[in-house]
């Protein structure tokens, strides 16, 4: 449907919508986040489904109109604005403004009022309106052009034919109907008795209310019950449905005739987006820009470049590719498989060059009936050029095309620039506004599969963009000297983690359904162990239920609250109610359970692959603001260790015979970093190879001798020494430590009279960053630090923790990265075959290694790990091997390359 389109939102019923759908939502501030979260997938979805060239949002202001003077107490039984949706409604403007969508709110004149105005201006221009609200009263404005979204994607489209079935009378004289029935949203009265079913059947015979009271005395022969009493009703309420009609009736030349040309698009700043989606921790969106997958940002496509666009229907334009690949050495290259309604996949593929052309290949294509050209001829007529690194390959997303050309048996190598990547860890200077100038037109091809369509179009866009992107980045790697870590960290990374997703590792799904079935059973025996001891039946899982059994029906004591206000349960406050009641016990016990059930089992079993029997995670370099990579589908970085029901599910990671799995752990990587970073002596001897630095810690805060440190203090010391780090108040210390305040103040100030360099260490790096805004790993990232000049204490605390916190990890991070890399680097070369990185688990790298090559492999992963990076203390990595991830043991290695 090429239909130009506009679609024109009632702001203040999307407030409403969106507050009440995602009323949960906030960010790790404690600010609420729903209403901009739920308003921005709105648009989204809106753009994705109708295509329009224009939004825009049509907001209320508080100012009062002609209504009012009408009648007083038009709208005045609503309810005072929630406080949370208040507060988000300065930063949702912000946000529309940035993503380029207008609005509109003028002083003393209503939104449907100038929602109906600019249906009927735009509807001049020969535009297609489609309002996005739930209002009755905008009813009114359907015709042939103008269309109603009732704010559920899932319902149809309001138009001219459902308004008439559904009330009997054309869309234009819903204000009539409005005017006899009245509408308590609104306050409006109508006329007393006359209820939906009366007021169709008068509107049916005579249209309006005028009509109607201009024949008032032929009501009397309608197929009406009371119709006397009806007539009686009208005639002593003329006035009351007058008015009433006129408050519901929309002034539709409420503005000058020009008024749709003064509405401009903002320029969209995705700069600032990004920006602001972080601190809304809105890391889907994120994504999805980084993916190119925003509708928003993605709803303008212009077509301002010289590019020919060569289809592939023959071997003689293969063969061509071949040629020019060869020349350039460096190419963008985009592919796709869209899964349809129909057996066969959409297979997709496009490929540019900086001579401006681009080659593009979509299966299922009609024209393809005549040509024997499919995906499989492409890719193995381009393999040798994909699996070779000396030719570049630029693109959005490499890490799934590695995984897509895997299933054609092709090993992508060469992977250079990423603009998923690029647009994530670098500030570059308005490239996002430049992102928009290189989106071309849409390839409108005469095709009744609109899948097909969308695929042309989208893959066509890929590699063209991602080119256009790399080009304009090399200008600002010469001015901002990033270059180094994005080519000799980020991108090497992202060929590992390719790798490393495909090795995947391998499961025993025996072991994990058998454990599933136990626990099943456990379950059901602890639940009715609970009934039975509390004499009724309750939802466990409910937290309001539990409340009112623990501290409603026991009287429980209640030592703690949720953000909300509400009496918490969570394992703390249970743990400490146990000692009182065997009730909580239990309940707990059941809590661990489920969560293990349902949280761990059943996804790790849900994610084993039936062909290879492994669990192929994917990990993220762009999901965290410290650097850390993180894993997804399923996480396999938060598989329990604490407890024993935990660790047995580490039983079922296992590896084929003859080989062995290895985990190799940078110990105390935090503390060693800090240690660099502060070049603190006392803490740098504390970390030798000889000394054990909790023990040293512990004497110091406890001022104790060797012979008197206990484990408790020892314990006490290593969770001091890795809180402090991470800006720990005497409060939070206290509350982790069961203490009082008083005492971890002294543990606190004993530290630093230890470590007194770390101390000015931390107060250095604040400075620089309340300086610069930013500040600059041992890696040369610069991290920029949101809120440290802020007004808020909060935020500012929060972004003084954050300082020393992100220097911290991301350093941790790009050292774990490296190292990874130089050990891929070696295993491609010399151990091809023998061992494999299979997972990433926070500073643990853990493999798959052959058996008979298990002296040697160790010995080379310790090395290259402790040193690939030089600091100024020792890294130490611990090693430990087994044939399965729970029963590993450490290995004491005898020998050194």
Not at 13 to 35: A, E, H, M, R
Not at 393 to 416: A, D, E, R, S, V
């Amino acid at each position: 449907m090429n239909k130009k389109k506009i679609i024109l939102i009632d702001g203040h019923y999307c407030l409403y919508q969106t507050y009440f759908s995602f009323s949960k939502l906030k960010n790790n501030n404690g600010d609420p986040t729903g209403v901009l979260y739920g308003y921005i997938k709105i648009f989204n979805k809106l753009i994705e489904i109708f295509n329009p060239v224009k939004i825009i949002v049509i907001f209320d202001t508080p100012t009062q109109n002609f209504r009012h003077k009408l009648y007083i107490k038009y709208k005045n039984n609503r309810s005072p604005m929630p406080k949370n949706l208040k507060k988000q409604i300065k930063p949702l403007k912000e946000i529309i403004k940035v993503l380029g969508i207008p609005i509109v709110s003028i002083n003393n004149i209503e939104a449907d009022d100038i929602i109906g105005t600019l249906s009927k201006q735009f509807k001049k221009k020969k535009y297609y309106i489609l309002i996005y609200s739930a209002d009755k009263d905008l009813i009114q404005l359907i015709n042939k052009q103008v269309s109603i979204i009732p704010g559920n994607f899932k319902k149809e489209i309001l138009n001219k034919k459902n308004i008439y079935q559904k009330y009997g009378i054309l869309p234009k004289y819903i204000a009539d109907f409005l005017g006899l029935v009245g509408d308590s949203s609104d306050n409006i009265p109508g006329v007393p008795g006359i209820g939906k079913k009366t007021a169709m059947i008068l509107l049916k015979h005579f249209k309006s209310i005028k009509d109607i009271y201009n024949n008032i005395d032929k009501i009397y022969n309608l197929p009406i019950k009371n119709i006397k009493n009806i007539t009686n009703k009208l005639k002593e309420n003329k006035k009351t449905a007058f008015l009433s009609y006129n408050l519901t009736k929309i002034n539709n030349n409420i503005l000058k005739n020009d008024f749709i040309n003064t509405i401009k698009d903002y320029p969209i700043n995705i700069p600032l987006l990004l920006k602001i989606f972080k601190n809304y921790q809105f890391n889907q969106y994120i994504e999805n820009i980084c993916d190119n997958k925003f509708p928003v940002i993605n709803r303008y496509k212009k077509n301002k470049n010289n590019n020919k666009y060569i289809e592939i229907v023959n071997n003689k334009i293969l063969s061509q590719i071949v040629e020019i690949l060869t020349q350039e050495k460096i190419f963008s290259i985009a592919i796709a498989i869209t899964p349809t309604n129909t057996k066969n996949n959409i297979f997709s593929i496009s490929m540019s060059v900086k001579s401006h052309i681009t080659w593009w290949y979509v299966s299922n294509y009609i024209d393809y009936n005549t040509t024997n050209i499919n995906e499989t001829i492409i890719l193995n007529t381009i393999k040798p050029i994909l699996e070779n690194k000396k030719y570049r390959k630029i693109g959005t997303n490499l890490k799934n095309m590695f995984h897509i050309l895997k299933k054609f048996n092709i090993t992508l190598h060469g992977i250079y620039f990423d603009t998923s990547i690029a647009f994530y860890d670098y500030e570059f200077n308005n490239l996002y506004q430049d992102y928009q100038k290189y989106l071309i037109k849409t390839y409108i091809i005469k095709n009744k599969n609109f899948n097909l369509e969308k695929s042309i179009s989208d893959i066509i866009q890929k590699s063209y963009i991602s080119l256009k992107i790399y080009l304009k980045t090399k200008k600002y790697f010469k001015v901002k000297n990033k270059k180094k870590t994005f080519y000799s960290i980020d991108m090497p990374l992202l060929q590992v983690l390719s790798i490393t997703e495909n090795n995947g590792v391998l499961i025993k799904r025996k072991i994990l359904k058998k454990q599933k079935i136990k626990i099943t059973n456990t379950l059901h025996k602890l639940k009715k162990k609970i009934y039975h001891i509390n004499q009724e039946k309750f939802n466990i899982n409910s937290n309001k239920q539990l409340q009112n059994i623990l501290f409603k029906k026991y009287n429980f004591p209640y030592s703690q609250k949720t953000k909300n206000g509400s009496i918490s349960t969570n394992e703390k406050v249970l743990l400490k109610l146990s000692k009182i009641h065997k009730l909580p016990k239990i309940i707990l016990q059941y809590r661990i359970l489920n969560k293990l059930k349902n949280t761990y089992l059943k996804k790790l079993i849900k994610s084993i692959n039936k062909k290879t029997n492994k669990i192929h995670t994917t990990y993220y370099q762009t999901s965290t603001s410290t650097g850390r990579l993180s894993s997804r589908n399923p996480n396999l970085q938060n598989i329990p260790i604490k407890t024993k029901l935990g660790r047995k599910l580490r039983i079922a990671f296992i590896v084929k015979k003859k080989w062995l799995l290895l985990t190799a752990d940078y110990s105390q990587i935090e503390l060693r970093i800090i240690a660099h970073y502060s070049k603190d002596k006392k803490m740098i001897k504390n970390l030798s190879y000889n000394q054990d630095i909790h023990l040293e810690t512990a004497k110091n805060i406890f001022k104790i001798k060797n012979k008197k440190v206990k484990f408790f203090h020892r314990n006490i010391a290593k969770i001091i020494n890795f809180s402090i780090l991470y800006g720990i108040s005497p409060f939070g210390l206290a509350q982790k430590l069961n203490i009082s305040i008083l005492e971890a103040s002294e543990y606190i100030e004993n530290y630093f009279l230890t470590y007194k360099r770390v101390k000015k260490y931390i107060k250095h790096i604040y400075s620089m960053a309340k300086k610069n805004k930013y500040i600059t790993t041992l890696f040369g990232r610069d991290i920029y630090i949101p809120n440290i000049n802020s007004n808020n204490i909060i935020l500012k605390k929060y972004a003084k923790r954050f300082c020393i916190n992100s220097i911290i990890q991301n350093t941790a991070s790009d050292i774990i990265k490296t190292s990874m890399i130089k050990l891929n680097t070696i295993f491609q070369k010399e151990f091809y075959n023998d061992v494999k990185i299979i997972m990433h688990i926070h500073d643990e790298l853990i493999f798959e290694i052959k058996e008979e090559k298990k002296n040697q492999l160790i010995d080379l992963i310790k090395y290259y790990m402790e040193n690939n990076t030089k600091l100024i203390v020792p890294l130490y990595v611990s090693i430990k091997t087994g044939k399965n991830w729970k029963e590993i043991k450490p290995y004491t290695l005898h020998t050194s390359i």
